[in-house]
């Protein structure tokens, strides 16, 4: 068993499922899940075993979230004429990583020693709930500014969300 695995073996459940539900909603609140991602996704023990502990994953949320919206404005090629658009998925996808942080936040103060399995079980859905519906703000505010681009651009946007996480670069044009 590696030092990271035996840590994650001695903390609380709580800390686990904050640390899973934190990386979760960094990764999964920016974009939507496709089935090339779906394919590769990590199981939520394997996440947290990456994971040193829930504080140090959300503590460098906000620059991720930044950077990522940066990072997609860039590729899907935003124009002047679609800002505005912009502007709301980006508001969403920081409204988003707020929740989540309030959510860590509030499971912080109880005590983990107190929670029962069931208890670790509904802090998990509690975590799962707030995900779906920032993913569904999300794409409601993407799907505003989706249907004004141009199809060369929609396109394009098609490739940048199949190659999430892959590193790909945007569609030529």
Partial sequence: MS?????FANSSPLLRTVAIAALMGTTMLVSPLTGARAESATTPMHIAQKSPDAKAA????????EARITKLHADL???ADEQAKWDSVAQTMRDNAAAMDKLVA?????????????DDLNTYQE???AHLAGLKDLTSSFKTLYDSMPD???KNADHVFQSFGHDAAPAKS
């Fill in 3 to 7: 030092p990271l695995s035996r840590t």
């Fill in 58 to 65: 959300t503590e460098a949320k906000g620059e991720t979230v």
């Fill in 77 to 79: 090629k935003i124009t």
């Fill in 106 to 118: 509030s499971k912080r103060s109880q005590d983990p020693k107190t929670m029962t399995a069931v």
């Fill in 127 to 129: 975590f799962a709930q």
């Fill in 152 to 154: 060369a651009q929609k």
